[in-house]
């Protein structure tokens, strides 16, 4: 977690500790949900916040241009989902979006990261 975003680290960076300090540590990461770059710098000593990732897969009650709605399977609550970034799944909920037949048999493995929620895989 970074500035209250869960991230992704894609680097890091470790000096040496000085005469009077303590090592240091430069991690580069991308947050999962906007996309951007972040990069702190933080003794090595230092404790992490970590967010829990809850997965569970759900129905796909109904897709708009803007949001998707989905039924948790456990639980039977409906909630909205943004559209995914990556190309491959957006293909597939078009495809969906354009046949309800499809729909109905089709279920998305979902995360929830600090309480919001993303879908990670289209399951047909």
Not at 1 to 7: A, N, Y
Not at 26 to 48: A, E, W
Not at 116 to 124: A, E, F, T, Y
């Amino acid at each position: 977690m970074v500035d209250g975003e869960p991230c992704v680290i894609k680097s890091s960076e470790r000096s040496k500790s000085g005469k009077h300090g303590h090592a240091k540590v430069r991690i580069v990461c991308v947050g999962v949900f906007d996309n951007n770059k972040r990069s702190i710098t933080v003794p090595s000593g230092t404790l992490m916040e970590v967010p829990e990732i809850i997965k569970g897969n759900a129905q796909i009650n109904y897709i708009e241009d803007n949001v998707i709605n989905l039924m948790n399977l456990d639980t039977y609550d409906s909630f909205d989902v943004q559209w995914p970034d990556n190309e491959e799944l957006k293909k597939k909920l078009k495809e969906l979006q354009a046949n309800p037949s499809k729909m109905a048999s089709a279920q998305v493995e979902f995360w929830t990261l600090a309480g919001k929620n993303l879908i990670n895989r289209v399951i047909m």
